[in-house]
């Protein structure tokens, strides 16, 4: 796919999605219109001579559109298709036959790149026809795969603005131009992509058409994703996960072996105030990667969590981050001194210590920005059972060698006293 896969941004969290079964998928696929023209063209086209870059002659392409009854745009496409997916084979000059596909489902993967793909096509007219559909088109069906309902079409021209206007910098004068000329551009991009058996256009009478995946669509967009390395489980995947325990969902987090999407669910199958006790309990009693892996689970509660969160003040491992916790929601809480700033500091950076994770990374290790170096010094007297580990881990591994040089004499001073 064009560029860096859907989205070029940081990892990113996905809701699960239900995925519809292998044999289902090959089915739609197979009465995709696209990939129906695609086999046409491929019985049309037989065996005949190509040019030196393996396309069909300006006559053969008119000939075939004619003969399929496509627009001759749409031809290019198709050929790709054809001839990436195995349907033709291009041989010294010449196309004939070829020996087709085994898997369905790793043809339509492939289909769809090639679809995507031509949104980088700087000599043509791109995919869509628009430079800013074209351009913002892995956010689109992002977007999609997030909103499984379906999307207005006002919603989506509205999605499109704003990430131009945003990402692009776009000036005042585009984005008047645009606003005038993407309802009909993007009605047109949604035909093309229905064409290619990525979305369905359906009928709402409150919202006008909404536009939504379809489901070899949604099987498409998520092999993406995973393929960038976001988070876009299927339900499948986190409906066993979403059964466990909260110290086994910790450890699963830790090791890698469940998401945040999974986390989620756990949380949605619980009563609030039920599931922050169970979490509270773990961080309370283990070290500080579960504890922070659990704090981080419990950002997701609301203040229907807070008489949970409100006997955690009472547990001396925990009772700072209730403390907070509480007051984000402006719920009464304890105010917390400066000396407490220092002990969160050293339990945020002793979670390095115990995951199976290089401790010189300078990115790990900088993740409390340049408030560190004023840290330092108190952290040597937080009342915490690493403080000295940590001392040590960033006097011999922090990049900045003021830092780690304080780090040094703040761990000689912790270990005289």
């Known amino acids: 796919m064009p560029g860096s896969g859907i989205l070029d941004n940081d990892v990113l969290t996905f809701p699960p999605v239900e995925l519809a079964l292998d044999d289902e998928l090959a089915a739609i696929v197979l009465a995709v219109p696209l990939?129906?023209?695609?086999?046409?063209?491929?019985?049309?086209?037989?065996?005949r001579a190509v040019t030196e870059a393996g396309l069909p002659t300006e006559t053969d392409s008119a000939a075939a559109a004619g003969a399929l009854g496509v627009p001759p745009s749409r031809l290019g496409l198709l050929w790709v298709v054809a001839v990436n997916g195995r349907l033709i084979e291009i041989t010294k000059e010449v196309a004939r036959p070829g020996p087709g596909f085994t898997d369905p489902m790793e043809f339509w993967d492939g289909v769809v790149m090639d679809v995507l793909d031509r949104t980088d096509d700087q000599l043509g007219a791109g995919l869509t026809g628009s430079a800013v559909i074209d351009e913002h088109l892995t956010e689109i069906l992002a977007t999609m795969y997030s909103v499984r309902d379906g999307m207005a079409f006002t919603a989506l021209a509205s999605g499109i603005l704003q990430a131009h206007e945003v990402g692009c910098e776009a000036r005042?004068?585009?984005?008047?131009r645009l606003r005038?000329?993407?309802?009909?551009?993007?009605?047109?991009a949604m035909e093309l992509l229905r064409y290619c058996g990525l979305i369905e256009i359906a009928r709402d009478e409150l919202a006008g058409d909404l536009v939504r995946l379809t489901p070899p669509g949604v099987w498409a967009v998520r092999r993406d994703l995973l393929r960038e390395g976001h988070d876009a489980p299927s339900l499948r995947e986190v409906a066993g996960l979403a059964e466990l325990s909260a110290g086994e969902l910790v450890d699963a987090l830790l090791a890698g072996r469940a998401s945040a999407s999974a986390a989620t669910l756990w949380l949605e199958r619980r009563a609030p105030e039920e599931a922050a006790r169970d979490l509270i309990k773990i961080a309370a009693s283990g070290n500080a990667a579960q504890r922070g892996t659990a704090g981080t689970i419990l950002e997701e509660l609301g203040p229907e969590a807070a008489p949970a969160v409100r006997e955690a003040l009472d547990e001396p491992?925990?009772?700072?981050?209730?403390?907070?916790?509480?007051?984000v929601r402006d719920l009464e809480a304890p105010a917390l001194g400066g000396g407490d700033g220092a002990w969160v500091a050293v339990d945020t950076l002793a979670a390095l210590l115990y995951l199976n994770t290089r401790l010189d990374s300078a990115a790990k290790l900088d993740i409390l920005g340049e408030d560190l170096l004023s840290l330092v010094p108190?952290?040597?007297?937080?009342?915490?059972?690493?403080?000295?580990?940590?001392?040590?881990?960033?006097?011999?591994?922090?990049?900045?060698?003021?830092?780690?040089?304080a780090a040094r004499k703040t761990a000689m001073k912790a270990r005289s006293r």
């Not at 005042?172 to 008047?176: I, K, S, T």
């Not at 005038?180 to 047109?188: D, T």
């Open 35 to 47: 990939v129906r023209d695609a086999h046409r063209l491929a019985a049309w086209t037989g065996a």
């Open 172 to 176: 005042p004068a585009e984005l008047r």
């Open 180 to 188: 005038l000329s993407l309802p009909a551009e993007l009605s047109g």
């Open 317 to 327: 491992m925990m009772w700072r981050y209730a403390a907070a916790w509480l007051g």
């Open 378 to 405: 108190e952290m040597g007297a937080a009342d915490h059972p690493d403080t000295l580990a940590v001392l040590e881990l960033l006097g011999k591994h922090h990049p900045d060698v003021v830092v780690a040089k």
